[in-house]
């Protein structure tokens, strides 16, 4: 079967950084994705990686190893907005996302 | 730029009641549009998905079912609603870009089924 695993819940304080993790095993890889989503509201896109390597966009930024089916997102500066479910998903080979039940991040003062 | 919209934002209804979910997109042509639910602390489970008017694609058997009569227009439905399916349901496009990657999402029906 496809699977994503994400940690359920992470704690982190403001201005500090935090990693979140997220191991897959799908049915092939056309990409993977994380997104951001508030309390009550819909998922917003964060960062696509396909290729190995780091991608980087202002504060966050997600790693991909193929070989190891694994990412993460890097969260630096953090700021008490940042508090939010991160969700991980990857793109099968139906081209039909696949999604983990996410993080959900919480920033302490 | 483009905009995705749904109605009710949030509903109530008993079991065994019909449900209408409506998602609209504008500013696109000829997008893929998705259905997604999402139960409290899982992840997102797609319902259905369309590449066009008329045409739609299960993922999940269950008491729902999707249309699309037209180009920018998804609709939800179900004849008889189950308590299991309470939960926050989300539209989605996608451009049929080459370039495009992501899945934008519209602002959510939270349905309660008591």
């Known amino acids: 079967g496809q699977n994503i695993d994400q940690p359920t819940e992470m704690t982190a304080t403001e201005g500090a950084i935090v990693q979140i993790n997220c191991t897959y095993q799908?049915?092939?890889?056309?990409?993977l994705f994380w997104y951001q989503q508030h309390a009550g509201e819909a998922p917003t896109f964060l960062s696509y990686?396909?290729l190995d390597g780091l991608e980087e966009k202002g504060r966050f930024s997600s790693f991909l190893s193929r070989s190891k089916g694994y990412s993460y997102l890097l969260l630096k500066e953090l700021q008490m907005k940042d508090s939010a479910s991160y969700l991980c998903?990857?793109?099968?080979?139906?081209?039909?996302?696949?999604w983990g039940a996410g993080t959900k991040l919480i920033i302490k003062p | 730029s483009q905009t995705i919209h749904q109605w009710p934002a949030t509903l109530v209804q008993p079991v065994g009641s019909p449900l209408s979910l409506e998602c609209t997109v504008e500013?696109?042509?000829?997008?893929?549009l998705y259905w997604y639910r999402q139960a409290a602390g899982r992840g997102l489970q797609l319902l259905f998905y369309s590449v066009g008017i008329g045409q739609i694609s299960s993922e999940v058997p269950q008491n729902l079912s999707a249309s699309r009569p037209q180009d920018r227009q998804f609709i939800l439905s179900s004849k008889k609603l189950l308590l299991s399916d309470s939960g926050f349901y989300l539209c989605?496009?996608?451009?049929?870009?080459?370039?495009?990657?992501?899945?934008?999402f519209g602002p959510g029906t939270r349905l309660t089924v008591t």
């Open positions: 990686n396909v």
């Open positions: 989605a496009w996608r451009s049929l870009d080459m370039e495009a990657r992501e899945q934008y």
């Open positions: 998903a990857v793109k099968d080979s139906n081209y039909q996302l696949i």
């Open positions: 500013g696109t042509s000829n997008p893929n």
């Open positions: 799908t049915s092939g890889f056309n990409g």
